[in-house]
């Protein structure tokens, strides 16, 4: 069922993109037990080895479904403050969090996911928020440490990377197809943002001068996820552009296999096409006639290798997932 967010003048001007390791290090948690998120992850999954088997997260657990929708407290992951935040902020922000408001969110949560508050976790949670608070920081504290810490820096330009390329967007599209470039489940007309989800339930809401937080994820693929509500700023969480190229390590034999499989042109072509580019821009660094890149753009947009979208006179390439992940020879 849809989400919609409707936008006033004061909207436009609010709204903005932020970074949040605590985000983050809840989408890694869920993707631990998300299968349909391997598929991008699995190098790190095998990077984790015994680093994730001794965790205690049961905490967290509780408000994370294995699959289907579910409302997670927006407390846990609340929108950060400024557009790049540190996760020692971000733990900071969750322990002073209200605990009044802590047991409202919980008990929402509880109401979407069936026999969750009657467990003895459950009732121990919401019997204590105050306490509930301070042992969800710490299993998100000791999540951040051994998930996602050592991996942090990698994330980090990944999700830095995806802002520089949406502003660029942002720039020269506007902001009601820049959303449409976000993700296919996001469409912008009239001030109406609509997000299609998976909830089996209809949720509107009217800005009312909040304007809309904007967080790209290198985990939340291949959902887009919407949040939060009042008190929280509306946002929109999104999967970073590149993710299939996250987790690969360049290995000399790649350059070698791709050329084997697509043949040189076409290697060449998508290789070349590290950010979106158009015919002629490709043609002149390749140094190949632009009726021989635009045949094989055309061979490997029918494969699923590239997408496609027009930024004013231009028609622009890139990558998709699919096609990163093989050049990247992941």
């Given at each position: 069922?849809?989400?919609y967010?409707r936008?006033?003048?004061d ?5 903005r ?6 985000f983050?290090t809840?989408?890694?948690?869920r993707?631990?037990?998300r299968?349909e998120r391997h598929g991008?992850?699995r190098p790190?999954l ?7 088997a001794?965790l205690?997260l049961?905490?967290l657990w509780i408000?994370m ?7 997670t407290?927006?407390?846990?992951g609340g929108?950060?403050q400024?557009a790049?935040?540190s996760v020692?902020d ?9 605990p009044?408001l802590?047991?409202a969110?919980?008990?929402?949560s ?6 969750a ?14 306490a509930a608070?301070?042992?969800m ?7 951040w440490h051994?998930l ?5 820096p990698?994330?980090r ?6 802002i520089?390329f ?6 020269s ?5 820049l959303f449409?470039l976000?993700h296919?489940?996001?469409?912008y007309?009239?001030?109406?943002l609509t997000?299609?989800?998976k909830?089996?339930y209809r949720?509107?809401?009217?800005l009312a001068?909040?304007?809309l937080?904007l ?9 887009v ?5 009042p ?6 969480i999104?999967p970073?552009?590149?993710?299939g190229?996250?987790?690969a390590?360049?290995?000399p034999e790649?350059?070698r296999?791709?050329?084997?499989l697509?043949g040189?042109?076409?290697a060449a072509v998508l290789?070349?096409?590290d950010?979106p580019a158009?015919?002629?821009a490709?043609?002149r660094?390749?140094?190949l006639?632009p ?6 753009l055309?061979v490997?947009k ?8 027009r930024e004013?006179h231009?028609v622009l390439?890139e990558?998709?997932?699919l096609?990163a992940?093989l050049?990247?020879?992941?």
């Amino acid at each position: 069922m849809p989400v919609y967010m409707r936008f006033g003048p004061d909207d436009l001007l609010r709204c903005r993109f932020a970074v949040s390791p605590v985000f983050e290090t809840h989408e890694a948690v869920r993707t631990l037990r998300r299968t349909e998120r391997h598929g991008y992850h699995r190098p790190w999954l095998s990077r984790l080895g015994e680093a994730a088997a001794g965790l205690d997260l049961e905490p967290l657990w509780i408000f994370m479904p294995y699959a289907g929708p579910g409302y997670t407290p927006d407390f846990l992951g609340g929108p950060p403050q400024a557009a790049y935040t540190s996760v020692a902020d971000g733990l900071a922000q969750l322990r002073a969090t209200d605990p009044a408001l802590a047991h409202a969110e919980m008990t929402l949560s509880f109401s979407t996911l069936p026999g969750a508050a009657e467990s003895p976790l459950g009732r121990k949670l919401l019997d204590d928020p105050a306490a509930a608070i301070e042992l969800m920081a710490d299993a998100t504290e000791r999540a951040w440490h051994a998930l996602v810490e050592p991996f942090w820096p990698r994330l980090r330009d990944l999700l830095e990377a995806d802002i520089d390329f949406r502003a660029r967007q942002l720039a020269s599209a506007g902001l009601g197809e820049l959303f449409a470039l976000l993700h296919n489940r996001l469409s912008y007309e009239d001030g109406l943002l609509t997000v299609r989800t998976k909830n089996d339930y209809r949720y509107e809401r009217d800005l009312a001068g909040d304007g809309l937080m904007l967080m790209p994820s290198a985990f939340v693929w291949p959902d887009v996820v919407t949040g939060f509500q009042p008190p929280w700023q509306p946002t929109v969480i999104y999967p970073a552009r590149g993710i299939g190229t996250l987790w690969a390590d360049a290995a000399p034999e790649a350059g070698r296999s791709l050329t084997r499989l697509l043949g040189a042109g076409r290697a060449a072509v998508l290789a070349a096409l590290d950010e979106p580019a158009s015919t002629s821009a490709l043609a002149r660094r390749l140094d190949l006639a632009p009726s021989s890149v635009s045949a094989h753009l055309t061979v490997l947009k029918a494969a699923g290798l590239l997408t496609s979208h027009r930024e004013r006179h231009r028609v622009l390439y890139e990558r998709t997932p699919l096609g990163a992940a093989l050049a990247a020879g992941g």
